[in-house]
């Protein structure tokens, strides 16, 4: 087979001309999605309620608040009652909860499992837990607002899709 070389260039400023002389979008249609597959958005598509709708732990662990922890260490290890499941981790108090689950009210941290001795309604911890939730991102995932610059979770509002973008899936 022939190799084809390009023959003729053109100027950037040519080639956007070019670009914007195309024709503009064509007629709007609505279709279902399960018939989308190679369409053009003709709008952005997005989010109508937040995603997800509270804070949320990403594994097993004490949610509580980081300010508790402050000085744990091995030497030192601090004990914190329980909190009864579904209350506020209030301070100096930590919850038990799993994965996915809403971080309770007043957790601005989680410490996983294995980071604590959990015995009898109370937890030892021997190290300062991460966080706080707004800050270091660990082991959570926040509830976000549409001024949040975050890329994920995504707020009632946010863009899933652009407008001219293809499904291809």
Known sequence: MARRNFIERITLDAALAWIDAAPARGTVEEAALT?????????????GVDRPPFDLPLIDGYPL?????????????????LAP???AAATHFA????AGAPLPPGADAVLPIDAVEAS???VEVSEPAPGPVGAAG???RRRRSQEDPLPVPSACGDRTADAAARSST
């Open 85 to 87: 499941p579904g209350e």
């Open 120 to 122: 009898a309604g109370m």
């Open 138 to 140: 660990q082991f959570y």
């Open 65 to 81: 608040q980081a300010d508790a922890t402050l000085g744990a260490s091995d030497s030192n290890p601090l004990s914190l009652p």
């Open 35 to 47: 018939a989308a597959l190679g369409r053009v958005l003709a709008e952005p598509v997005t989010f």
């Open 95 to 98: 919850a038990a909860c799993r």
